[in-house]
């Protein structure tokens, strides 16, 4: 580890869930055949929300939950290796990808901390429900995925608790 003492409190807790750790032996595949991708928002907790536990469920997050090519490499090794036979693409109310712009972002970093970010994108949204439905389409389309893989999407409600599964038809705009 980095940095004496910065990872300490990290290590204490490691060693009491070591102790009743009972996952041993787990398959690595997806038990219910699930890959979820949301944000990597800390408020976001896909097990509890989804009412899914270890081994159940692969979940891959990113800022905004967006589709990546990244991501795509995943589902690809996740749809023939480790059992997802579905995918659950599941963004958030009140995400800073959906607040702001790439350029907003752009110089807030560099105003604040002196990096210049503008070799990143950082996917923003001015409308999150069209930039899920695109995501969508783009892994049903992807032609390195399996024919068949249900696809899905939801925002989570951060307020509420609540998934609200979008609808592709577009009335829940």
């Not at 991501?71 to 990808?97: E, I, Q, S």
Request: contains cysteine; aromatic residues 6%.
């Amino acid at each position: 580890m980095t940095r004496e003492g910065a990872f300490d409190d990290l290590l204490a807790a490691n060693s009491e869930f070591a102790a009743s750790f009972q996952n041993a032996g787990l398959p690595a595949r997806a038990a219910r055949g699930l890959a979820v991708l949301t944000c990597m928002d800390s408020r976001i907790d896909p097990f509890s929300i989804l009412g899914i536990g270890p081994g159940d469920a692969k979940v891959l997050r990113n800022a905004g939950g967006r589709v990546t090519e990244d991501v795509l490499r995943t589902l690809v090794l996740g749809a023939y290796l480790l059992n997802v036979t579905r995918v659950l693409v599941m963004p958030h109310t009140k995400c800073a990808m959906a607040g702001f712009t790439e350029d907003e972002i752009h110089q807030k970093i560099s105003a604040e901390h002196g990096v210049d970010t503008r070799s990143l994108e950082f996917r923003t949204t001015d409308d999150q429900l069209a930039s899920l439905r695109h995501d969508i389409v783009r892994v049903e389309s992807y032609p390195l995925l399996p024919p068949g893989l249900a696809v899905g999407g939801a925002v989570f409600d951060v307020d509420t608790g609540r998934i609200i599964p979008l609808d592709p038809a577009g009335t829940n705009d």
